[in-house]
Nanobody, 115 residues
C-alpha cells in the first residue's frame, strides 16, 4: 500500500518563496503521475501542478511561471513556489496516481501567504 506525506508548508509574505515536499513510501518511477493540488475555504480542490512518469509537467494557469514541480529522487516530488500571492493561500495536497484506478492522497499541508 502506498502512502504519501507532505511537508514544508508555513507562513510567508507575499512575494516570497516556499518549497513543499511529498515523500512516497515506495519508488515512484512506476507511478503514472504525481501531482500537487490545493483547496482553500469555500472552494473546490484544484490541480496546481502535475508531473508524469515520463517527466512531462502541467500547471494551472494561475501558477505558470511561478511554481515548479520536480521529481527529486526515486521517492520524492517537490513543488517550488516563488512570487507567492495572497490567493495562493490554501491547504496543499500531494496525490500519487499509482495506476489508472489507484490514487493516494496525502494529509495536506497549510500554506498561508500574508499581504
Amino acid at each position: 500500500q502506498v502512502q504519501v506525506v507532505e511537508s514544508g508548508g508555513g507562513l510567508v509574505q507575499a512575494g516570497g518563496s516556499l518549497g513543499l515536499s511529498c515523500a512516497a513510501s515506495r519508488n515512484i518511477d512506476t507511478f503514472r503521475a504525481m501531482g500537487w493540488y490545493r483547496q482553500s475555504p469555500g472552494n473546490q480542490r484544484e490541480l496546481v501542478a502535475l508531473i508524469t512518469s515520463s517527466g512531462n509537467t502541467n500547471y494551472a494557469d494561475s501558477v505558470k511561471g511561478r511554481f515548479t514541480i520536480s521529481r527529486d529522487n526515486a521517492k520524492m516530488v517537490t513543488l517550488q513556489m516563488n512570487e507567492l500571492k495572497v490567493e495562493d493561500t490554501a491547504v496543499y495536497y500531494c496525490k500519487a496516481l499509482v495506476t489508472a484506478i489507484y490514487e493516494v492522497w496525502g494529509q495536506g499541508t497549510q500554506v498561508t501567504v500574508s499581504s
